[in-house]
Every structure is written in C-alpha cells, then in structure tokens.
C-alpha cells in the first residue's frame, strides 16, 4: 500500500518519542496517562450526554488491549473527564480534546503491560465510528492517528465537528474517496491525513482554500497527480508555515510569478518536505525563493534533482536543515554557498558528488564554526551535520 513506507517511518520516530515519554514519566509519575484511581473522587465534572457519545464511539473500537478500560458505565467511572485520552474544559467542563493517537495510547500500554510497544502495528481497531461524536460539539482536538480503520471511508459528518482546532487522523488506514468534508472545518489549524489509503484527489481547490486558519498541513501519501495546481493551492494559505506532501505524485506545477504571492499567501513557509516526488520544474525553486526570510526546514530527498545543487538554495540564508539526498546533484562553486551559514544539518546521502564537495564542506565547516562529520558510507554516500556551539 501507498501509505506503508510513512506509516513505517512515523512509527519509528513515534517509537523514539515514546521512549523519551517513558523515561519524563519515570521521572514525574503525574504525567503518566491512565494510572489514576478514578474511584476516589466525588465530583463528576462530565455531561451525560457527552459521555454517551464517547462510549457509543468506544462500542465503534476493537480495543484488544483494554487501554480504554477506564471508560464505562460503572458508578466510579461516571466522570469520563477523568478517562485515559479524554480532556474537559476546566471552566465549562465539556469534553474538548480526544488523545487517542499512538503516542498517548502506547504510553498507557507501556505502563500497563510494563512492556515496550514499539512492534505493536496499532492499539484500536475501528469497526465503526459513531456518529454520536458529533454530540462533543465543544471538540477542539482530535487525534484519533494510527487508529486502524481497515479502508473504510471517513465518515461524512466529522465535517461538522466545526470547533476542530486541530485534526490528526494520520496512519489512520481510512481508505475511499478522499474527505472533502473537512474543508467544512473553517478553524482548523492543524491538519494531518498523511498515511492513508485514499483515492487520488481530483480537487484541492473546493475544499482546501476554505480553510484559512492552517497553519501545518500534511497530505502525504494521498495521491495528488491529478491537482495541476496543488502549488498555487497551497501558497494561498495566508497562515501556513509547515508544509509536507512526502511521496503525493506530485505533478511539477505551472506557475507564473505574479500569480502567487498576492494577497492572502502565506509569507511565512518556515518548513517544507516535498520528497519523494519528482517535481523538478524550476518553478519549485522561483517559489521557494519567496520565504528566503522564514524557511528554516527544507526537505527535497528523492526528487530527480540533477546536476548542479540550484543556485537558488543560496538565497535561503534561514535554512537550518536542508535534505538533498537521493537526488544526482553536484556542487560546482562551492563559494557561492556561503550565504548558509544557518546550517546545522546537511544530508546528501546517495548523489553524484564530485571533488568539490570536498571544498564545499570545507567552506561550511568555516562559515559554520564547527562541523561534525557524522556518517561516510561510500564515496557519494555523504551526511554532514552541522552544530554552532
Ligand atoms: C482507589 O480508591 C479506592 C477507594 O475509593 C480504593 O479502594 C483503591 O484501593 C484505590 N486504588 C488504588 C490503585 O489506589
Ligand atoms: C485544568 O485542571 C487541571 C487539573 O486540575 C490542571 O492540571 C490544568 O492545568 C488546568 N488547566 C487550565 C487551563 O487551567
Ligand atoms: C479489513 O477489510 C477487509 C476487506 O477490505 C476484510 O477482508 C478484513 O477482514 C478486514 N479486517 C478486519 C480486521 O476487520
Ligand atoms: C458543514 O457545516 C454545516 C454547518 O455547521 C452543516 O450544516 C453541514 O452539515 C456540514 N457539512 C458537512 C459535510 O459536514
Ligand atoms: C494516482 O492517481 C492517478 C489518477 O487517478 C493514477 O493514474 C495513478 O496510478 C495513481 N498513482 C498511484 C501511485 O496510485
Ligand atoms: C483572505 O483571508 C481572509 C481570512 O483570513 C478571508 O476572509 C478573505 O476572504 C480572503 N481573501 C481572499 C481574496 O481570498
Ligand atoms: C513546523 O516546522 C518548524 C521548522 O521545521 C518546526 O520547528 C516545528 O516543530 C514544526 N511544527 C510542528 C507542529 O510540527
Ligand atoms: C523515491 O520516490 C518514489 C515515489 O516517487 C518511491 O517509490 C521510491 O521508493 C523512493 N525512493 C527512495 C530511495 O526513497
Ligand atoms: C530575501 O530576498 C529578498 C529579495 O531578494 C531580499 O531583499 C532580502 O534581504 C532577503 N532576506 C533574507 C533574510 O535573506
Ligand atoms: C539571490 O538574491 C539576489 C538578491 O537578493 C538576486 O540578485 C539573485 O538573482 C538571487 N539568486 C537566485 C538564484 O535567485
Ligand atoms: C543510490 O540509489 C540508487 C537507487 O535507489 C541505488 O541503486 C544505489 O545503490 C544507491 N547508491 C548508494 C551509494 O547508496
């Protein structure tokens, strides 16, 4: 499947982040998720009806490792504020966020299995998602990613779920027609569908420009081959500021200058990942070169780039960290790099570097103050990294 290779690659970070989770938690127990002894408490913050809704939801799940075991019926589990992966708002008391993601819910196996989780593929299953969800009308966070949805389509009506701030359904394995709904979701601020299965989108421009409050957005993985003006799309997100549509099909885009950056773009592009595609137009470039001010995060592995490293990478003097690798790039005038002295972080695994990479790495490690030589596999096998102390 498509999504496979970012499911792979998200669960190893995920892995990491966990681990980090763990060792926080060792340190202050209050962090951990789910060791609380609910049945101590008086109070019962939590709405009947919200309550209803979340265990009809959980009816919806195949809970193989009973992680959602605080969720119930029974006297002491009567405040579902109180739940593993369930947030109230302190002051009206309803349901406002649902952290039912990997990373929260393998936090809670750890510490229940007292084993580690990172070769578990996924802790829910969905069956169903009910639509008594929509009764959490309050819901500004919702992370339901590496829920596994088995190809099943996204249910039409999380589009009216319109308090969404943040929406994370990544690795989620929905499948089907693409959910145009969420473009109902005006407030949305972060929006991630990245590693599912659904069909190409035809698209992008009846749903995406409604939602003018993003600022992350991540499509990777959904196949945009057919959205001719993806670019143009994007760049007219007047908030947006990290960007990654890793392994779309990207197709290279058509653009004239003056028809980007007019009002209502975003200025502000601080991260952007387009690998994976082979979009080589130089209008890649012609855009990019617009957020010379912002960009601190520049991602171009696998992208058919060849020949010589674009010269409009040295007007990018914010860069932090600049991924080339599996391209067929050269450096021909190392000099004319030296605006990147921002670098911390170089990766050129896997191209055609000839003997002037060697100056080129020279001329940084001057500029930078220090340069760590981290990995050198092969003579065109090259990671540099880069740290200012
Ligand atoms: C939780 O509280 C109940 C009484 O409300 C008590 O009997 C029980 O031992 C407590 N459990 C834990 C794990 O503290
Ligand atoms: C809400 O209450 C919890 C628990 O008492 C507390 O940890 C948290 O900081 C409060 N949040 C806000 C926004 O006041
Ligand atoms: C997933 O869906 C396929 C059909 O698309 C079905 O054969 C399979 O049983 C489903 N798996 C689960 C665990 O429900
Ligand atoms: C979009 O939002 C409106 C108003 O909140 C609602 O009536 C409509 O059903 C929603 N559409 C979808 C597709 O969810
Ligand atoms: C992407 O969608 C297009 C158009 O529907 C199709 O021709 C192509 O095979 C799809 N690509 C992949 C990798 O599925
Ligand atoms: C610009 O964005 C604002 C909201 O941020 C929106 O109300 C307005 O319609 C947009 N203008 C254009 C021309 O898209
Ligand atoms: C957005 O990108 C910046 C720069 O790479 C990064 O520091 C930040 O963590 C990203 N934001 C999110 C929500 O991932
Ligand atoms: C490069 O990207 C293509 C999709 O465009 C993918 O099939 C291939 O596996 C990628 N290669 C590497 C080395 O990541
Ligand atoms: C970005 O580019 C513009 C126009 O080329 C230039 O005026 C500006 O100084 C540059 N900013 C940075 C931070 O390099
Ligand atoms: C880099 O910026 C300078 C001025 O800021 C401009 O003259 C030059 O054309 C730019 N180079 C590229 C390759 O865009
Ligand atoms: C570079 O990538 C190509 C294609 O993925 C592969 O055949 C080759 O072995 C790689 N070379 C090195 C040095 O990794």
Same mark, same amino acid.
């Given at each position: ?16 982040? *966990? ?7 060792? *340190?202050? $127990? ?10 101590? /408490?008086? *109070? ?5 009806? /919200? ?52 990373? $929260?819910?393998? *936090? ?70 693409? $959910? ?54 994007? !760049?007219?997100? $007047? ?12 197709? !290279? ?5 003056s028809t980007l950056f007019n009002i209502n773009s975003s200025k502000s592009l601080a991260h952007v990942d387009l690998s994976h595609n082979q979009c080589t137009s130089p209008s890649i470039y012609l855009w990019l070169s617009n957020y010379n001010a912002s960009l601190v995060f520049l991602g171009l592995d696998n992208s058919s780039l060849t020949g010589l490293i674009p010269s409009v990478i040295e007007n990018l003097t914010s860069l932090v960290y600049l991924s080339l690798s599996y391209n067929k790039l050269d450096v ?21 570097? !000839? ?35």
């Open positions: 499947m498509e999504g496979d290779r970012i499911r792979c690659l998200k669960k190893l970070s995920r892995a990491l982040i *966990v681990v980090f989770t763990l060792l926080q938690c060792a *340190v202050n $127990p209050s962090l951990s998720l789910g060791f609380k002894n609910i049945s101590s /408490e008086g *109070v019962v913050r939590c709405f009947e009806r /919200e309550r209803e809704a979340l265990l009809a939801f959980k009816h919806g799940l195949v809970d193989h490792y009973n992680l959602l075991s605080s969720w119930g019926r029974e006297e002491h589990k009567q405040d579902c504020c109180k739940w593993v992966g369930v947030h109230c708002s302190n002051r009206t008391n309803h349901v406002t966020q649902l952290h039912l993601g990997w990373d $929260p819910l393998s *936090v809670s196996y750890s510490h229940q299995q007292k084993i580690d989780s990172w070769f578990i593929d996924y802790f829910l299953q969905g069956k169903k998602m009910s639509p008594k969800l929509i009764e959490l009308q309050r819901l500004k966070y919702l992370d339901l990613s590496s829920i596994n949805f088995n190809g099943t389509r996204l249910p039409f009506f999380i589009g009216s779920l319109s308090n969404l701030r943040h929406l994370d359904l990544s690795s989620a394995s929905f499948g089907g027609q693409f $959910p145009s709904q969420v473009g109902n979701l005006t407030h949305l601020q972060y929006l991630d569908l990245s590693g599912n299965d659904f069909n190409s989108v035809e698209n992008l421009k009846s749903w995406l420009p409604l939602l003018s409050s993003l600022t992350y957005l991540d499509l990777s993985s959904t196949n945009l081959s057919n959205v001719h003006d993806w670019l143009e799309i994007v !760049s007219k997100l $007047p908030k947006l500021t990290n960007l990654t549509l890793q392994e779309c099909g990207l197709p !290279s885009p058509v653009i004239h200058s021909v005038n190392p000099h004319s790099f030296s605006s990147l002295c921002s670098l911390q972080s170089l990766y050129l695994f896997n191209n055609s570097l !000839s003997g002037q990479f060697s100056e080129f790495v020279q001329m940084l490690s001057t500029c930078c103050r220090r340069l760590h030589f981290t990995e050198r596999a092969s003579t065109d096998h090259y990671m540099y990294k880069f740290s200012k102390y």
